[in-house]
């Protein structure tokens, strides 16, 4: 299975806001800096958290939390390409280094878990 950018979380802004007539996402967000609060966990938790739907939303985390489910059963197929790219990485990034927060958005937005082993297979890091 290929990468379906937001995850969770967080594309954060990149992975974000759809309008309803679009083939695709709006690249509103596309050049933020992802890999930035993806190292800083002051401003990566903040994402975690609305898409957890347990904290404040930013109006680029508020997108993406409201395309996260369409966008995991879709396979992302609305995303940019950059939007899926910035996906794996975060995925990635919360496979690796946010095991608690990618299990609790497991629980949420696949509860029946028919996407994420998937993902934990791609991006998981053996050690």
């Not at 739907?53 to 939390?65: F, M, N, P, T, W």
């Not at 197929?77 to 910035?86: G, I, L, P, V």
């Not at 690796?96 to 299990?103: A, G, P």
Request: hydrophobic letters at 35%.
């Amino acid at each position: 299975m290929k990468v379906f950018t937001a995850v969770c979380i967080v594309t954060l802004a990149a992975i974000v806001a759809a309008a309803p007539t679009e083939d695709t996402y709006t690249d509103k967000y596309d050049d933020a800096n992802v890999q930035e609060i993806l190292n800083n966990r002051r401003l990566l938790l903040p994402y975690i958290k609305c898409a957890l739907e347990q904290g404040k939303c930013s109006a680029d985390a508020k997108e993406l939390r409201e395309h996260l489910m369409e966008a995991l059963g879709t396979d992302c197929a609305k995303c940019t390409e950059k939007q899926k790219a910035t996906g794996g990485m975060i995925f990635k990034h919360l496979i690796n280094h946010e095991k608690d927060y990618w299990d609790q958005l497991i629980d949420k937005y696949d509860p029946e878990k028919k996407y994420a082993p998937a993902y934990e297979k791609e991006y998981l890091v053996e050690e």
